[in-house]
């Protein structure tokens, strides 16, 4: 077409000049000019379209208007590389977040990265769902800035010598507390419960006869094996070995930590008996109905921002050591990508934790900057200066351990939660139903020794 149009438009050119002959002439060129126009819009489109894609899946396990900041970290990106287009879905609870991400792998639509527990990593690998970021890196840049994180968050994100998970939604325990109920009961509001046994003395004080005010409480749905691994570490035992081979549930420290989370209910009655709703528990602490709670520092935000009463957060108390286990979510790629997806998906891994970015993300949730840089950045420090809870739950890194991880996680955990809530409902003593997971468990884990 654009061929028959030029030899058209060659022979008006030499034709002997009148009226007719130069609107022919002009008419054509102006057609020709716009055709051609359009096949340059279109070509840019095909451009545009060619662009990298990536689909990611991320969870939300704590109240407040995540996806919200996770779509806005993206967009950024995204006007940062507008070449590569980034889908950030929304896919529910930890659980729910891994359960979508393999099962569209299954069905031939995998994501190219996803956020999911950082305790999935013996599971994505065995599956072989994941690819390593040794593999991928290949620059001194690229290979320093996997040594750049905290070493403890690490540790669910490493195995067999390599590294498969990088912090991003990441979190410690921290006890919340009420100082205006301090001081109604005749505490020092600055000075909250640091050993097992100021809990009890406190939670005692704290605790009103009617039932409207209890002194603590400590989550034992959602994820209760979480908050027992605090209690664990605390008493100085941790719950599996690195290799996730090897579970500790009957080690004598072990029954005493779940004999202590019973008793501050069925024998001190500083916190309701049974079990205590994670997805409530804020809400009830908001309210007043406890002075104390242990929650995930991605709280700590929503609290700051709704909560009608002075309130601190302070490290967890401590047996014979202080002690939590790290928790949250780590970014993986998947193993079904192209080289064009890897780099892309590692553009946008870099992006989410890097520094700046890290910070933003800290102040906005309460979740912590997953790298020392991210607390030497000025907006961090001058966050950190005018709202020193803000940084509790960096500085109980040095007491803290790795989330229990070990193959077969989601069965073993299963195990220890049933253990858990069975001895705080009374229908097993700690020391019957520890003894009953860590069999189970024994057995699950025996073939990955």
């Given at each position: 077409m654009f061929a028959k149009m030029r030899k058209t438009l060659t022979r008006l050119a030499v034709r002997k000049p009148n009226r007719r002959n130069q609107e022919m002439f002009a008419k054509t060129r102006k057609t020709l000019t716009r055709l051609a126009m359009a096949a340059c819009f279109s070509t840019v489109a095909v451009v545009a379209q060619a662009s990298t894609?990536?689909?990611?899946?991320?969870?939300?396990?704590?109240?407040?208007?995540?996806?919200?900041?996770?779509?806005?970290?993206?967009?950024?990106?995204?006007?940062?590389?507008p070449d590569i287009k980034a889908n950030a879905i929304y896919a529910g609870n930890y659980n729910d977040a891994r359960i979508k991400a393999l099962a569209a792998l299954k069905a031939g639509e995998p994501a190219q990265l996803s956020v999911m527990f950082s305790i999935d990593i013996y599971e994505l690998i065995?599956?072989?769902?994941?690819?390593?970021?040794?593999?991928?890196?290949?620059?001194?840049?690229?290979?320093?800035?996997?040594?750049?994180?905290?070493?403890?968050?690490?540790?669910?994100?490493?195995?067999?010598?390599?590294?498969?998970?990088?912090?991003?939604?990441?979190?410690?325990?921290?006890?919340?507390?009420?100082?205006?109920?301090?001081?109604?009961?005749?505490?020092?509001?600055e000075n909250p419960p640091a050993t097992w046994n100021e809990l009890v003395e406190v939670g005692k004080k704290l605790t009103k006869a009617d039932g409207s005010q209890w002194g603590a409480m400590i989550p034992s749905t959602g994820y209760p094996y979480w908050m027992f691994g605090a209690l664990t570490m605390q008493n100085d035992q941790?719950?599996?070995?690195?290799?996730?081979?090897?579970?500790?549930?009957?080690?004598?420290?072990?029954?005493?930590?779940?004999?202590?989370?019973?008793?501050?209910?069925?024998?001190?009655?500083?916190?309701?008996?049974g079990t205590i709703e994670w997805g409530t528990l804020r809400k009830n602490f908001l309210e007043g109905k406890t002075a104390i709670m242990w929650h995930s520092t991605g709280n700590l935000t929503v609290v700051k921002k709704k909560a009608k009463?002075?309130?601190?957060?302070?490290?967890?108390?401590?047996?014979?050591?202080?002690?939590t286990p790290t928790g949250g979510g780590n970014f993986y790629i998947f193993k079904k990508t192209t080289p064009e997806e890897r780099v892309a998906a590692m553009k946008l891994i870099k992006f989410m934790t890097s520094p700046e970015r890290s910070a933003e993300w800290s102040m906005k949730t309460g979740y912590m900057g997953v790298s020392p840089a991210a607390y030497e950045t000025q907006k961090l420090q001058d966050y950190v200066k005018g709202f020193p809870y803000a940084a509790v739950a960096r500085d109980q890194l040095e007491f803290a351990t790795a989330e229990l991880s070990t193959f077969q996680t989601g069965r073993v955990r299963k195990l220890l939660d049933d253990a858990i809530q069975a001895a705080l409902t009374g229908s097993k003593t700690p020391a019957a139903a520890l003894q009953e997971a860590q069999a189970q468990a024994k057995r699950l884990l025996k073939p990955y020794r």
């Open positions: 894609e990536l689909t990611m899946y991320y969870p939300v396990a704590v109240g407040g208007p995540l996806t919200k900041i996770v779509d806005g970290l993206v967009a950024d990106f995204m006007k940062e590389n065995e599956q072989d769902a994941i690819v390593a970021f040794d593999d991928i890196v290949s620059t001194s840049e690229e290979k320093a800035w996997l040594e750049s994180f905290y070493p403890t968050l690490m540790q669910n994100g490493r195995t067999a010598g390599k590294t498969w998970g990088i912090p991003f939604q990441r979190s410690t325990i921290v006890m919340y507390y009420n100082k205006d109920a301090f001081r109604a009961a005749g505490l020092d509001p941790v719950l599996m070995n690195n290799a996730g081979d090897t579970t500790y549930f009957d080690a004598p420290a072990t029954v005493e930590a779940l004999e202590f989370w019973k008793n501050l209910g069925s024998k001190h009655k500083v916190m309701p008996e009463f002075d309130f601190g957060v302070a490290m967890l108390p401590a047996s014979k050591r202080r002690g």
